[in-house]
């Protein structure tokens, strides 16, 4: 952070090609501790994902049958999925199978996090299961990742909805869905083509007769995701900052969140009327509107401070890193720490005025790889 003239703000085209589109997630633990939003959506798809792992095709081989997780932060979100997963996989295979699940995140990740949550946690998958191993790929979903033909079930929840690039800088906003018409078809020209690549290389990594299950905050028919508000406060927290010359015009122009929720039909469209798209097949898509736990809890106790905090805490968790990485002096975390803990207060100011549900809403969406082994 360095001191600016507010007046100087938007002057010069910046190039975003070394702005990262996402920063990852707040680490040393603190995304497992407060990702409570995004572990009431992917509870959601839980059903769903137990009816794909039951028609999962499986050899009578000895070789691991292999779990993708992609995007997995620090994991405590993951335990859930990957547990039911392992239970019924041990029920169609029996005890002596290994099982491999292979978690895969931004090289930026905590993946120390990752691994003290899978030493140390209860709740661990592979906790009275001697032949579960766990591994970690430090790698963009956006590439390949793992070998062709090789997973057997992929979970993907509420990472694809992070783009691979920011196509375009926002006047005067940081998230996409909040701005201009002209801004919003870039981002969703992006969004486009990151979910065909991601599909697409998924499609290459599952073996024949594997499903994949991508669960992703999404839009409403006109484009809102339920995050607006939340945005709009972190936003005025940043002119703020920026008018008091805590950030510079350059920063705040830089900090833009490489993140698009993408209306149903933005998901079904890379998908024939038959269903397919490269050799995978749609076989369901479901939207589910999430409670908002925090604010159905400040309705029943009145203890508004609770909500704030909790508020404050998920978007400081999940959003700060990717604010931060665009600081000029990104890389001394002393000031990131100085930022972070500024927009995190200074939201809280906002939020206790201004209290209001966060209405989202998730879709997932089961794939089947055709053909089996
Ligand atoms: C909101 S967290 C979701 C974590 C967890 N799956 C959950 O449900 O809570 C999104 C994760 O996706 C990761 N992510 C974003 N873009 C990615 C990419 N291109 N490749 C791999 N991981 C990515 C972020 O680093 C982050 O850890």
Request: glycine content about 8%.
């Amino acid at each position: 952070m360095s001191s600016c003239n507010p007046e100087f703000i938007q002057t010069t085209q910046l190039s975003f090609d070394d702005v990262p589109a996402s920063g990852a997630m707040e680490g040393g633990g603190a995304y497992n501790k407060h990702a409570m939003l995004q572990a009431r959506g992917s509870a959601s798809a839980l059903p769903c994902w137990e009816r794909a792992v039951g028609h999962v095709a499986l050899d009578h081989g000895d070789l691991p049958i292999v779990i993708a997780d992609y995007g997995s932060s620090q994991g405590k979100n993951s335990l859930a999925p990957m547990r039911i997963a392992i239970e019924i996989l041990r029920s169609r295979v029996g005890p002596d199978r290994p099982i491999l699940v292979c978690h895969i995140d931004l090289p930026i990740n905590d993946f120390n996090a990752l691994f003290a949550l899978l030493a140390g946690d209860p709740g661990c998958y592979s906790r009275n299961e001697s032949k579960v191993y766990s591994c970690a790929f430090g790698r963009s979903f956006y590439e390949s990742v793992l070998l062709p033909n090789h997973v057997h079930v992929g979970w993907s929840s509420y990472a694809a909805m992070w783009i691979s690039r920011i196509p375009t800088s926002l006047r005067g906003h940081i998230f996409v869905p909040s701005s201009t018409v002209a801004e919003r078809s870039a981002f969703e020209r992006q969004g486009a083509q990151d979910w065909e690549t991601f599909l697409s290389l998924r499609a290459k990594e599952l073996r024949p007769g594997g499903r994949l299950v991508v669960v992703v905050p999404g839009a409403r028919d006109d484009g809102l995701s339920g995050f607006e508000n939340i945005m709009n406060h972190a936003n005025a927290v940043l002119v703020e900052m920026l008018e008091d010359g805590a950030i510079t015009a350059d920063e705040y122009e830089r900090m833009v969140l490489g993140v698009w929720p993408r209306r149903r039909q933005d998901l079904l469209a890379p998908f024939t009327s038959d269903g397919g798209f490269h050799d995978l097949i749609l076989e369901s898509c479901e939207t589910t509107p999430i409670a908002d736990a925090a604010w159905a809890d400040y309705q029943r106790d009145g203890k508004l401070a609770d909500l704030v905090n909790k508020r404050a805490a998920f978007y400081r968790a999940t959003f700060a890193p990717t604010l931060a990485s665009a600081l000029r002096l990104a890389h001394e975390p002393e000031i990131c720490r100085a930022f972070t803990e500024s927009l995190e207060h200074k939201l809280k100011r906002r939020l206790t005025h201004e209290p209001a549900p966060i209405n989202s809403l998730v879709v997932t969406i089961v794939l089947a790889k055709l053909g089996f082994m």
